[in-house]
């Protein structure tokens, strides 16, 4: 031993430090402790319910009693193949599809000003700006476009100030689209979806579109490209994965959102309707539990095309 | 330590003299075929070491060579997948950093960017329980030490690096540890601030008594830093000795060529130009321009080559020479006559300046 | 288009403040609306303006109670969010483990996935497991969504901090618990204080996810849903709604103040 000093591997600190000591030595009870309750939650809460979500949909409802009856069966999932509700898929994805599409058209330049113009506090302003409809007021902002597309609400009142009421007449006179009102037409669960989607959309296409550097659209100008050409050659393409990651957003929130085209819209249903009315007074939860595999399977291979695209770097 | 006398040293002859001394007083750090595996990566293979006390210790190694986690294994960070690590005769297994008497300079410094300077350098007394007065007293007399005793109240966020690394020393250097770990401590210097810091932390290691072991990939400093070095490859020490050992007597073609850049004459080359057989290294300095015609000096090699390149370094000027089918590197002095390119010249070299080495 | 950081065409500077207007007037609108007196459309512009709205508001007893209790449903399911992201984000950010990515991937999940297969998932697992509705039903399910805000700031940090901060502090002599105290904690605060602001956010105005695990009980939002369906009262809707965004912006804004600077919250969807 060393006698010419204290030990070299003081003792210190009581229980604390002896847990710690344990810790060290066998990392894998830590990592144990810190995955434990987590994994708990994750594993058997939301995992569980997912499972109990596939589960209930192999169940079938007894259309005398109104009872789920606990057996596995196809039944359910028959039913979900009938005209009426693959018309409600139908209906649905092309809604999130349009959405998505023109999101991304509207979303573009304000990402493209803000990232490559913005600076100091108007680019703080523009990131503000998209946070915070992003992150809250879902509700309050789905309301605003009840106030907005009201007969006597704003947009009638503007339009008809600049004599185009012709136009939306005409608009709302069109098939499958239209509608006796803006608030009850196709026009405006479209017009609300864009709005409470469309900051999902600008922030990834700005995070890609910030890892452009400026000079690689010098260099392409320097060789003689024409903006359009820059556009199309060297910003979309890298902006690409960015859309994609955005459009993730856009389509999974349309397709499994129910209260905005219930309180914007025809009486015609979507699929998250379907699974709330199903679930609520119909009682039925079997075939809500196996109207919400559908989004789950769309978005499952919309994730799988996006992961090949490359997208998941820009998140 | 070792006699510059042996013209070709055998490699054996440092680990004997070293283990003679282990057995007056236990080694301030020494590592027993210590293996780190990360899976299937051989991160520290099978690595015996003994730093002895009060020595400043260099590890040198291309990165990934084994000589971080080796740092790492001895402060703790990592615990061996084999062997046994003891400091000062006390087993360290299963001992955890924050028990052990030895402290570290990180390579980006780790200084706590929530605490002010003194602050950070008074973490281990703080933790250990000693009185906010006490703590800042010290600090200050340890930031002295390192001569940063203005910047006492300063955030790290605005020192320059050098600086911050003072700020880092201090705060090892305050716990009074038995050994001092510095992980690449000059590397993110610039090069005026380097030498400057090379001079400092050796006075400073004098001064103390305390043993530095220090990790370095810049031979240069290894070499002009080290009271010995151990080399590193693929996660294994290849040669430790002296600086002079380590440069002038390479054992491994590996050593030879890392450690400055040596001629590695080869057994076919030799007996083409009539030297004797064996793997041998030559220092380029040790090749000197020689008159034509064949030396009558006993004891010398001369051979005949084109002259390929020419580099002039200031105080030296370095060139290529083609003997055969082998390229020799020279270092001359300045001064003297210039080879031209193309033209051949007449080089001669001491039978006594080439070193034998291992046939790896 | 020219590429020179001098300035921006115009017609792409007006398209993007077209943009923001678009994402921004309408909230202003209902602002207006709260002082409006017309009582029983939504007529445009409002005939008069009036305060009286507020007051009204002010003595409904049906919205305090929601708000109490969306309150204590946003804090609790922030506070159980916290831990177990924190949890979760040290266990992902600073070991490897078999399993980890299934892991960090499964934690994403409930943001990935539509609201409604959250809502309908946790109802048929009530529904088998035979657990009826309750107040901690609604939270289980606010803190399933919120635990990933809190692990997506978390790892973000932790990311950035130098793993050797840690192990500076162990080789100076603390032990993982002082370390965690006296130099985790304090680099990890404000990314939890972030994710905590962001994930009351969330909770606080959820509907989506409420209307399936709630029974009876009846959150700010869920009345406020209530009274779109079947309006009574608009404009004290009105009043309700401007409260919401307030209480729903202040913590966005606090936690965008927390992590400027340093890593966005971006793109980390709801």
Redesign the interface.
Known sequence: MNTRDASVTPARGGVWGRLSDLFYRRPAILLALLLGPPLFWIGVVYVGSLLALLVQSFYSIDEFSGRIVREFTFKTYLELLRPSNLDIVLRTVLMAATVTVTSAIIAFPIAYYAARYARGWVKALFFIAVMLPLWSSYLVRVYAWKLILANEGVLNWGVSKVGLSPLIEALLSLPVIGGPSLAFSYIGTFLVFLYLWLPFMILPIQAALERVPVSMLDASSDLGARPGQTFRKIIFPLALPGIVAGSIFTFSLTLGDYIAPQIVGSSRLFIGQAVYVHQGTAGNLPMAAAFSMVPIVVMAIYLWIAKRMGAFNAL | MQQNTVLIAMPENARQVSSSQEASF?AAVSLASVSRHFDAVKAVDQVDLTVHEGEFFGMLGPSGSGKTTCLRLV???EQPTAGHIA????Q?D???????????V???Y?????MNVVDNVA??L???GVGKKERRRQAEETLELVRLSEFVDREPGQLSGGQRQRVALA??LI?RP?VLLLDEPLGALDLKLREQMQVELKSLQRELGITFVFVTHDQSEALSMSDRVAVFNQGRVVQVGTPVDIYERPETRFVADFVGSSNILEPAFCERIGAPSGLWSLRPEKIRLAPEGLSDEAGTIDVTGEVRHVQYQGATRRCVLAVKDTELALAMPAVGVEPVVGRTAHVRWRLDDMHGMKQV | MRFNRSGAPRRLKLAAIAGLLFLHLPLLLIFLYAFTTEEKSYQFPPPGYTLKWFSVAWERQDIWDAFMLSLKIACIATGAAIVLGTLAAAAVARTRFFGREVLSLLIILPIALPGVVTGIALRSAFDIASIPFSFWTIVLGHATFCVVVVYNNAVARLRRTSSSLLEASLDLGANSFQTFRHVLLPNLATALLAGGMLAFALSFDEVIVTTFTAGQQETLPIWMLSELVRPRQRPVTNVVAVFVVIITFLPILMAYYFTRGSETIAGQGK
């Open positions: 236990p402060a703790g960070f400091i000062f005769g006390e360290v299963g001992i955890p950093p924050y028990r052990r008497s030895v402290n570290t990180f390579q980006d780790a200084l706590f960017p929530h973490y281990g703080m933790i250990r705060r090892a716990n038995k």
